[in-house]
């Protein structure tokens, strides 16, 4: 979150100071940010969660098919109507819970991986 708040006040500074100072220092100051932004530290770090980015993306939809595909496979299980209905409700309770782990772990990875990219 610091981060975060330190990005705005800076873009903020930055904006008013250019502002104050006229077009030829905000194009200082639009060329010193890019040249930041080219370092290869910054660039490192924005490929790192860049990846974890489609990483995390990825993995919540293969979580939903699979939890997709134990709900069929519990809904026709040998038994009457409601036993098949007990049993892929149970196991649809069971993939919400999945699905939500995932998406809750996603997160965190790509959070975890923004705060180590802001310091």
Not at 46 to 73: I, M, N, R, Y
């Amino acid at each position: 979150m610091k981060g975060k708040i330190g990005i705005a006040v800076g873009l903020a500074a930055g904006y008013v100071l250019g502002a104050r100072a006229g077009r030829e220092r905000y194009e200082q100051i639009k060329a010193k940010a890019q040249d930041v932004w080219e370092l290869e530290p910054v660039q490192k770090q924005v490929g790192k969660v860049t990846e974890l980015g489609k990483s995390a993306a990825l993995s919540v939809p293969s979580v939903v098919w699979d939890s997709a595909k134990k709900v069929a496979q519990a809904a026709g299980k040998k038994g009457s109507a409601g036993e098949k209905l007990d049993a892929a409700v149970a196991e649809g309770e069971n993939a919400v819970s999945d699905v939500r782990k995932a998406a809750e772990r996603d997160a965190r990875k790509v959070a975890d991986a923004s705060a180590a990219a802001d310091s």
